[in-house]
Every structure is written in C-alpha cells, then in structure tokens.
C-alpha cells in the first residue's frame, strides 16, 4: 500500500552537509555553564512499589483474561521495514542458527521455555528483530518456513503465558513492529488457525501493552512501549480510541525522554540509535494509512538526528559512550536514512552532556555532564571529562565501550569493569571512580556539577570542564582544558587537580591520567619517558608528550559495536598530586 512522502526532504544520504541541510542552533555562546545532575538518583518507592505491582499482576488469572479478545482481525497493511536487515546474521539464520554478538544459537536448539542465552540474545529473540536479518537474504519463499516455526513455537510457549522477558515492554512494542512489517514472512501459510493465532496475538501485545507502557522503567524502552500501542491502534480495526489514548502517551512520553537538544535521557548513543528507530518504523505505519505523521514525532525526529550525528567520529561510525559500542557507519547510516532527516551534525549538545570539535579531518568528542540517573540506565559509566579523538578513518584516543553489550566475550564481570572511569580516557584519582558504581550495579554519589566553558579563538576550539566527583572524598576538583588547534594537527591538553572549596585537605593522592589507543595504534616510550611515537598501520604518525609525572604503556582493550573486545594500548601518566592539587600538561601532535 503505498502513501504520500513523510518529508520533503531529498532521499540523499544525510550524512552530506550540504547548504540544503536542515539548519540547527547549535552556536557556540561564551561563556561558562553549569551543568548538574538531577536530584534523582534512583527509582521513588511509587516507581518500585507500581513496577513490582505490574510484575505480580502477569501472574494473575485477571491480567490474562483481560488479554482475550473480542471480535476477529486483521492486518489493515504491511509497512515498510525503513531499516535493512544484517545480511551475514540472516545467511546465518537461513542456514540453521541465529548469530548475535559473537553467539551462535542452531534453530534446532532454540526452546522458548529455556532460553540460557545473554540478556541481550533473548531480546533479539522474543522481539523478533532477526525477522528483518531474515528478510535480507534470499526469497521469501525460502525465508517464510522458517520464520512460521519460530513464530509458531513461540506462541506455543508464550502466546498465552505473560511473563518476562517475553512479555517485557520494549520486547512486546518490538514484536508488533516486526510482526507488522514482515507480515509476508509469518502470514503466508494456508493454516487459518495459525493465522487466526498470529493476529490475536497481536491484539493481546496492544492490549498488554495498554496496560504496563505508563509503569515501565522511565527511558528509551518506555518510548519503545508507547510506539507499539500506537502501532497497534493503526495496524488493527477499530484502533482510533486507542490512536488517541496512544499519541497522548507517547508525546508525554517523549518529552521527558529527550533533552531540549534532543539527546536521550540515559546519554546512550546506542538508545537514541534505538528510539530514532522506534519512531522511524512508527512513521512507516502511518504513511502505510496515508496519515500524517503526528508533528510532535516529527519535532523528536528532528532534533535526535543532529544529536546522534554529533557522536560520530570522522569515518563515521560512533563514539563508545554510556555502555555502547562503536556501532559502524553503514548501520548509523542506515538509521539515520531511516529517519528521513537531512541535517548538521550538532556541534554542541549542552544538556545531552556531549561536546563536538571539529578540524578538518580530525573530530574530538567529550563527555561534559554528570552521568545519567540510575532510574533510566542499567550500563551508566563514570565517563566525566573522558574525550575520544578521530583522524579521519583512525581512532586515536578511545574509551573501552561496550558495557552494555554483554554476549560471548563480554561477561558480567567485564562489563562492570568497562563502566569505571579506569575503562575511559580521563583522570583517576586515588584509584576510585568519579561517581560510585554499587554493588547492585546502579550508579551512586559522586559527580553532581559539571562546570562548561567552550569558546572558539584564533588558536582553536577550546573547551574547558570541571567535576566535583572527588570532592567530597578527596578534597579535590578536576578540571580539563582541551584546545585543538584551527588546522586539527595539534590538541594540548592540561588536567588540573584543585583544592575544592569548603573542603578540609586531605594528603597526597595518586592519579592515573589515562589516554586509551585505537587499535590500529602501536605506541613506542621515548628515551626520556615523557613522550610516546604512536604508528598508526597506513595511517599518520602522531607524538605524544605530558610535562609531569611517569608515563608508561600498559595493555587495554576496545569494544566494536558487535561487543567483540580487541587488545590495544593505553598511555598512562602517573603521578602523586599533594593537598594543594596538581597541574599536568600534555599534547597530542601529528607529525607525519
């Protein structure tokens, strides 16, 4: 079924930052800004009593009544998949097991009554986002027997059974979607009462989700569940009361899901990868119907575009920040061309926490915010004044990444190592996170303020951040100067530890200063151990100095965005900073 165009925008790829791109404020004002973090550091008592309640009512006989239900259906259209599926894991599945992060499945094992896979595989599977992987590869001819047993096996374990994972939230908004969109592949057969059974599950996915959107963990996932009830409403007859409970829910939503610059309340690049796709597949849905895409999605759209491009290195593919990985080009790409949103990337995102600095071919990006509020991140990181440097295809400086994309090589325990500041590219001091990370995993107390200045001068594009994570146990502020010269050749550095005010002094405290490699990156000490050649393999040749402490070369690790961790090096500048604080100067120069 085919609609009218949901912009007017061109179909050239938006990464292109023509004249014609959509024009966005992201100016640079002098001038210091503070930024802090909200007073919420986890769920209220209502938020966790009303959570348990929702869980405790899937087991009750009333939730599954409520399920069943009333007239016959059917599918009002088939949308269009805006986003193409990952041929290799469809290869993989059309020749016998799913392939997700470096962990293979064989259909011929898959029981949805045990799944023992890693969180994240068990999303794929009960969201049915590999029907997309599927559909990429061969015809649907080939693909549709497959797809139909899984589908069938699944109804057959939690078709009438609500529990979790299956029936969790964003699980459930995803299967509508996918569902929807690869109806050819799970409604070709014959078999009326298999049909008939795909279709009422559908319905009960609505219905459920009508009930649990507004009790589900504040974030992306909630705008996930919200997207899946007015799915629902447009995919199915006799949806308009639900479009209009749905779009009310889904604009409050949204705007407490996104900053004013349209960075993600959880600071993931990875979760606004996720919701610029929720709502890039909500408006495939409405185009299907020949509706108007409501004009708040639209304005979300708008402003989360420029704000994910504001994370992507010079090749491309994005920054590791907030437990993502370095998730590729093409499927940024991808997403974005989804979007249908042609713009800038944003030079500056205040509230979202990331700021961007751009010489020629060389893009600097740094972490300047408190990290997120334990309510709406499970792979928070005490990244604070970490940056990540790019010249052209080569990463320089990284952060390890990662932390939420546990599978095959990314166990528990090394995800929890890869959310310390240690894991990112930033001073540490006496050896502790800037901000707690708890027994449970959730964040704690350390970081609550963080001091912006950014001015753009002859010299260069300048920023200068401070924290007071350490204050309140160490007695001490750590402030960042970052200056990258107009011709990208040259960025000087200066880590300042300073006596915090109202605080008593505390002693001498050691401090690792801590430069991540690329992994393309070789780095070789000088005679004097001040200074480290970095070769880069075909790439250029950059130089490294610091003016103060002990440097050294130590082994690191970096996360791709398939959650496949590969050996690098790390600079190291080690040093004791006395009560009255210290001042360590360093500078990254390209040099051939």
């Not at 589908?151 to 459930?172: C, M, Q």
């Not at 919200?226 to 479009?243: D, F, K, N, T, Y």
């Not at 604070?384 to 400086?397: C, K, N, P, Q």
């Not at 090589?409 to 006496?430: E, F, V």
């Amino acid at each position: 079924m085919e609609g009218r165009p949901l912009t007017s925008a061109p179909a050239d790829p938006p990464l292109d930052l023509a004249d014609d791109a959509a024009p966005i404020d992201d100016s640079i004002e002098p001038g210091k800004r503070l930024i802090r973090l909200p007073a919420d550091k986890g769920l209220s008592l209502g938020d966790r009593v009303a959570n348990a309640i929702t869980r405790l009512t899937w087991r009750t006989p009333l939730h599954a009544f409520r399920l069943k239900g009333r007239f016959p259906l059917k599918l009002l259209g088939v949308p269009a998949d805006p986003v193409p599926g990952d041929t290799r894991a469809g290869t993989a599945i059309r020749a016998g097991h799913f392939l997700h992060r470096g962990l293979k499945l064989p259909l011929g094992e898959l029981d949805f009554a045990a799944l023992t896979v890693a969180p994240t595989f068990a999303d794929y599977l009960h969201s049915f986002a590999w029907l997309r992987d599927l559909a990429a590869t061969g015809t649907r001819a080939d693909g549709a027997p497959i797809a139909e047993a899984v589908v069938r096996h699944w109804l057959g374990t939690h078709g009438e059974t609500v529990s979790e994972p299956a029936w969790k939230a964003d699980n459930t908004a995803w299967r509508i979607l996918f569902w929807a969109a690869h109806a050819p592949l799970i409604l070709s057969s014959s078999d009326l009462v298999y049909r008939s059974a795909v279709l009422n599950h559908l319905a009960r996915a609505a219905r459920h989700l009508d009930r649990v959107a507004d009790k589900t963990r504040p974030g992306t996932g909630q705008m996930v569940a919200w997207v899946g009830i007015v799915a629902a409403s447009l995919l199915m007859p006799g949806g308009e009361p639900r479009q209009i409970f749905g779009e009310a829910g889904l604009r409050k939503v949204l705007e407490t899901s996104f900053y004013a610059d349209g960075g993600n309340i959880s600071r993931s690049p990875q979760a606004q990868l996720d919701a610029v796709m929720a709502l890039s597949m909500l408006a495939k849905v409405y185009e299907m119907r020949r509706m108007e895409v409501p004009p708040f999605v639209q304005e979300v759209l708008a402003r989360a575009v420029p704000a994910l491009l504001g994370l992507l290195h010079s090749d491309g593919g994005m920054g590791s920040w907030q437990g993502s990985g370095a998730t590729s080009a093409a499927h940024v790409q991808a997403i974005v061309s989804a979007s249908g949103v042609r713009t800038r990337p944003l030079k500056q995102a205040r509230d979202w926490g990331y700021q961007r600095l751009v010489a020629n071919k060389v893009v600097l990006l740094a972490d300047a915010a408190p990290p997120p509020i334990a309510r709406v991140t499970e792979a928070g990181c005490a990244s604070t004044l970490a940056f990540e440097l790019s010249d052209g295809d080569e990463r320089i400086v990284v952060n390890c990444g990662g932390a939420a994309l546990t599978g095959a090589t990314i166990p528990a325990d090394l995800a929890r190592g890869l959310r310390t500041t240690a894991a990112h590219s930033t001073l540490i001091l006496a050896d502790t996170n800037s901000t707690a990370i708890l027994a449970n995993g959730s964040l704690g107390k350390g970081v609550t303020e963080v001091e912006l200045d950014r001015r753009e001068t002859p010299q260069g594009s300048r920023v200068e951040m401070s924290h007071d994570g350490y204050a309140r146990r160490h007695g001490l502020i750590h402030r960042r100067l970052l200056i990258l010269s107009p011709n990208g050749r040259e960025l000087r550095g200066e880590d300042m530890l300073l006596p915090a005010p109202r605080t008593r002094r505390k002693g001498d405290k050691g401090f690792a200063l801590r430069f991540h490699l690329g992994r393309n990156i070789s780095a070789s000490l000088t005679a004097d151990k001040l200074g480290a050649l970095l070769r880069i393999n075909g790439g250029p040749l950059w130089q490294f100095r610091t003016s103060e402490g002990a440097l050294d070369v130590e082994q690191s690790l970096w996360v791709d965005g398939e959650g496949r961790p590969h050996p690098t090096e790390q600079l190291v500048v080690t040093g004791t900073a006395p009560a009255g604080g210290a001042s360590i100067g360093w500078i990254f120069k390209h040099i051939g």
